[in-house]
């Protein structure tokens, strides 16, 4: 049976304190245990938000969510887009997501000890369940980008992703939801946003995710506020080289970290028929070592784990202008990714790696680009 918590407190065995007072005190605990920043929704400031807000999903008579912001490391990430080293980003984030778990958890288990209802909600890979919901359309239990626009974390960007003022959008958010009505946080100030129109997000993504993103913006509503950033295409043409079916760009020059260069469909509509063809092609190729992305709806869907391939819409986002041309001139200059025999990945110039790629015996070239019927026979 839910507590209404009637006369503003909570007591468990633990001791007693004032429902503000939780508040304080769990956002400080959250920073001793590694969070940067810590803000805290409830159902008045999600009011009217999509059903990714919707706290009773994960916890029956939630009433407030504290949200943890993580940041990841940045040099990493300027060697990632680099193509010098793409070992350290991986491990670094899947460090930074079990660290945000943690902390989701021990969260939970501190409020409990103050009599409260609590329950962690993961950072990443956790999705709600539904009829006919296919791999490429997840939808998470909580969307932490929201609730940290709404709890005063960050702002939207123009890509979607969410922009922290000190770190950007590379940070990793993990939320605990609780049935206590903590006092929630102001959003930030539209004006304070440090999103400018750079395009910076448009240019490191080989997809054209954001294709509508100039003229045509998505809005929601949170807490009678009204909040808008990019019309994104179908989230399967991001999927697409997230995953790792493509990694080059259509111009040849760079690519992601994936060394496949099955075309990139320019409709939406093609893109069922691309993955059909792609993913056997990805099944024969190997899998560089230095870790993956533990996922169990992907190694449900193809058998294997995936390995962080793309993600550069969000790594070349920065606060400070600058950084953000340098990651974007970084990536333009960091050649195609190829792979080798022994499965080790290597950055080359882009008239190089198509020539390394031509060179392939039909039979291994396959897995990286499609082989057209005379070739195969040869």
């Not at 100039?214 to 506020?225: A, D, F, L, P, T």
């Not at 792979?339 to 897995?367: I, N, S």
């Amino acid at each position: 049976m839910a507590n209404d918590y009637a006369d503003g407190m909570v007591q468990g065995k633990a001791g007693r304190l004032s429902i503000e007072e939780l508040g304080l005190q769990i956002k400080k605990v959250a920073r001793q245990w590694g969070a940067t920043a810590v803000g805290i929704s409830n159902l008045d400031s999600l009011a009217g938000g999509p059903p990714s807000t919707d706290l009773s999903y994960v916890m029956e008579d939630a009433r407030a969510a504290i949200t943890f912001v993580i940041p990841l490391d940045d040099e990493a990430i300027r060697k990632y887009l680099a193509k010098e080293d793409r070992v350290a980003h991986q491990k670094d984030q899947n460090f930074t997501n079990t660290l945000a778990s943690g902390i989701a958890s021990q969260a939970a288990s501190y409020l409990e000890q103050f009599g409260a209802r609590a329950m962690p909600v993961m950072a990443n890979n956790v999705y709600r369940e539904g009829e006919g919901i296919r791999y490429v359309d997840q939808f998470p239990d909580i969307s932490h980008r929201y609730l940290a626009v709404a709890s005063g974390l960050a702002w939207f960007g123009f890509s979607g992703n969410v922009l922290t003022p000190d770190y950007g959008p590379n940070v990793i958010f993990a939320t605990t939801v609780t049935d206590v009505p903590l006092l929630a946080d102001a959003p930030l100030r539209d004006e304070d946003n440090y999103r400018d129109e750079c395009q910076a997000c448009n240019a490191s993504c080989p997809s054209g995710f954001f294709h509508y993103g100039s003229k045509e913006k998505e809005s929601i509503v949170m807490g009678n506020r009204e909040f808008h950033y990019a019309k994104r295409r179908a989230y399967a043409r991001c999927s697409y080289v997230c995953a790792g079916y493509n990694g080059l760009h259509p111009g040849g020059r760079w690519s992601t970290w994936s060394p496949a260069r099955f075309p990139i469909p320019k409709e939406d509509k093609e893109l069922k028929a691309s993955y059909k063809r792609a993913i056997p092609a990805m099944q024969l190729r190997q899998i560089p070592e230095g870790g993956h992305s533990t996922s169990a709806m992907a190694f449900g869907f193809n058998g294997d784990d995936l390995w962080t391939s793309c993600g550069n819409c969000s790594l070349v986002c920065h606060p400070e202008r600058e950084e953000r041309d340098r990651r974007i001139k970084t990536l333009h200059s960091s050649g195609v990714v190829v792979q080798h025999e022994d499965g080790r990945l290597e950055a080359m110039p882009g008239d190089q790696a198509k020539a390394f790629v031509a060179a392939m015996p039909p039979e291994k070239r396959r897995a990286y680009e499609f082989v057209e019927a005379e070739d195969q026979a040869e």
